[in-house]
Structure formats: structure tokens, C-alpha cells
């Protein structure tokens, strides 16, 4: 009985670190994936800033999509690259076509 005992005892001592460590891993999940957002998006409301809200999982990717294929289809304005030439000026006018949510957003939540 002694020795089953001893067998037993690195058998237990193990299940017990497997469990505690699923334990603190899924608390740690918690944390990043729902207390930490919410904390977060509450410290901003409280500062007056508002933004759309994120889903679950994909956060704000599904409306970047959207607003980005929108912004695509319509058809971007002509540059004379003769006169950028002759006044050896330079357009930075790719933030607002690569970030194009964050102009719309802007625009809504101020």
C-alpha cells in the first residue's frame, strides 16, 4: 500500500501542475481578451472619446474591410504630374487612402 502511495505521489504532483497551469492560463485569456478591452474602452469614454464598437473576436477589422473596399471602388482624384514636376512637389496623400477608417471615424465620433 506504501509503495502504490509513493507511485501515485509524482502522478498527482503532476495533474496538479497541469491543472493550475490551465487554471492561470485561461485567467490569463480573461484578462486579454475581455477585462483588459473593456478597462480600456472605459478609460477612453470616460475622456470623452467614442469610437464603434468591436466585436468579440475581430475587433474593428470587419468595418476597416468595408470601409476600405467602399474607398477603393470610388475613383480617386486626377494629379497633373507635370506641375508636381515643374514645382518639384511631393503628394503625401497615402495615409488617408491606407487608413481611410481612421478619416471616417474621425468624422463620426469627433
Do not use: C
Not at 484578462?31 to 480600456?40: A, D, E, F, I, Q
Amino acid at each position: 500500500m506504501e509503495i502504490e502511495q509513493l507511485l501515485n505521489f509524482p502522478a498527482k504532483i503532476i495533474l496538479s501542475l497541469v491543472f493550475g497551469g490551465s487554471l492561470v492560463f485561461f485567467a490569463h485569456l480573461i484578462n486579454v481578451l475581455l477585462l483588459y478591452p473593456r478597462k480600456l474602452r472605459s478609460k477612453f469614454q470616460s475622456q470623452g472619446i467614442k469610437g464603434p464598437s468591436p466585436s468579440f473576436l475581430y475587433g474593428n477589422l470587419p468595418d476597416i474591410k468595408k470601409i476600405q473596399l467602399q474607398n477603393q471602388k470610388q475613383p480617386r482624384p486626377e494629379t497633373n504630374n507635370q506641375e508636381l514636376e515643374e514645382n518639384n512637389a511631393l503628394q503625401h496623400t497615402w495615409p488617408s487612402r491606407v487608413f481611410s477608417h481612421i478619416k471616417q471615424w474621425q468624422i463620426e465620433y469627433g
